[in-house]
């Protein structure tokens, strides 16, 4: 089959929702069906190549699926060694470990590229199935590890950065994106503004209805904020019932316009709170400051969180629900 048709994927052994998948790369038909049947009965569901081209594209297709690949070295086209070349240059790929089938490449030299080009082991044909299988089932069992441990990781990270009552970035990852964004305003030489709002007599909510609806209002003002946002905008739970919305490419007069946004989406979703005949429809409103970097100041970032916050102050002492401007 040419790498231009879309290949065609043969399923042995266990059924298809089994953890454990494994790719067996032969142009050997035989040799492919023999190895897949040894994995098979032992419960690891194998998916088949008969070429360096297929084995690409299927891997390509299955990147999520696989635990490892075991790849012929002696084929036609592009051999083992360009198609381990060719996964490891795949970001989708690159972490899938491979284990070299040799018949004829045994020597030193071989054996040295193989590991050069990213295999993690080699296997001599012809090869004794109880090894095969304990080889391939080792590293699976490595590389589901190892999956585990970088989806933690990536847990933890997304888990550093976000609030979790919210899902809006927390003020951690508020002072990464702004150091980000300023730099952007000052190079592009474009407007940046910064809204910080905080909800009106928060503690009263909490003192009169309890945390656990307190948190639900900051749900709601949370989800209330994403559906006011334009794509390049970020918001972020600042701390307590503080939030920041940053907005890129924005003037003054426009974070105003946003803030007010706000206010008038709040306004059409009063939210339930209480229970049984004390339950209330809660109209939410907050207070915000609003601070830019734009030409009249050269962009200057420096100060823009503490101008926006006095800002913010300014509207509190004038009465609250209400916006000022820097």
């Known amino acids: 089959m040419s790498s231009s048709q879309s290949p065609h994927v043969t399923r042995r052994?266990?059924?298809?929702s089994a953890p454990r998948t494994v790719l067996v790369v032969d142009d050997d038909d035989a040799l492919r069906g023999l190895t897949a049947r040894w994995l098979g009965n032992a419960k690891i569901h194998c998916?088949?190549?008969?070429?360096?081209?297929?084995?690409?594209?299927?891997?390509?297709?299955?990147?999520?699926?696989?635990?490892?690949?075991v790849l012929d070295v002696m084929m036609p086209g592009i051999d083992g060694f360009e198609t381990l070349r060719r996964l490891k240059a795949n970001d989708a790929t690159a972490n899938i470990p491979v284990v070299l089938l040799t018949a004829h490449a045994t020597s030193d030299k071989d054996y040295v590229e193989g590991a050069e080009s990213g295999a993690v082991d080699h296997l001599a044909?012809?090869?004794?199935?109880?090894?095969?299988?304990?080889?391939?089932?080792?590293?699976?069992?490595?590389?589901?590890?190892?999956?585990?441990?970088?989806?933690?990781?990536?847990?933890?990270?997304?888990?550093?950065?976000?609030d979790p009552l919210t899902g809006l970035g927390n003020r951690r990852h508020f002072e990464a994106r702004f150091n980000e964004e300023a730099a952007y305003a000052r190079r592009h030489a474009q407007p940046f503004s910064l809204v910080i709002l905080d909800i009106d007599h928060f503690k009263s909510i909490n003192d009169t209805f309890g945390?656990?609806?307190?948190?639900?209002?900051?749900?709601?003002?949370a989800d209330a904020i994403r559906s006011i946002l334009r794509a390049d905008d970020a918001a972020f739970?600042?701390?307590?019932?503080?939030?920041?919305?940053?907005?890129?490419?924005?003037?003054?007069?426009?974070?105003?316009?946003?803030?007010?946004?706000?206010?008038?989406?709040?306004?059409?979703?009063?939210?339930?709170?209480?229970e049984g005949e004390g339950r209330v429809a809660k109209l939410v409103?907050?207070?915000?400051?609003?601070?830019?970097?734009?030409?009249?100041?050269?962009?200057?970032?420096d100060d823009l969180l503490g101008r926006a916050d006095a800002a913010l102050y300014r509207a509190k002492r004038g009465g609250r629900d209400r916006t000022e401007t820097a």
């Open 13 to 16: 052994g266990a059924s298809f």
């Open 285 to 301: 409103t907050f207070s915000a400051g609003v601070a830019s970097a734009s030409a009249e100041n050269g962009y200057a970032t």
């Open 211 to 221: 945390h656990e609806e307190g948190d639900r209002v900051l749900v709601h003002v």
């Open 237 to 274: 739970r600042y701390g307590g019932e503080e939030f920041v919305l940053m907005l890129r490419a924005c003037e003054p007069n426009k974070g105003t316009i946003a803030a007010e946004r706000l206010r008038e989406a709040l306004k059409e979703r009063p939210i339930d709170l209480g």
């Open 47 to 69: 998916l088949e190549a008969s070429n360096g081209e297929q084995a690409v594209e299927i891997a390509a297709a299955n990147a999520a699926l696989l635990d490892a690949i």
């Open 125 to 162: 044909k012809p090869f004794k199935g109880p090894v095969l299988v304990a080889k391939v089932r080792a590293i699976v069992e490595r590389a589901r590890a190892d999956r585990d441990l970088r989806a933690k990781l990536r847990h933890a990270e997304a888990n550093a950065t976000i």
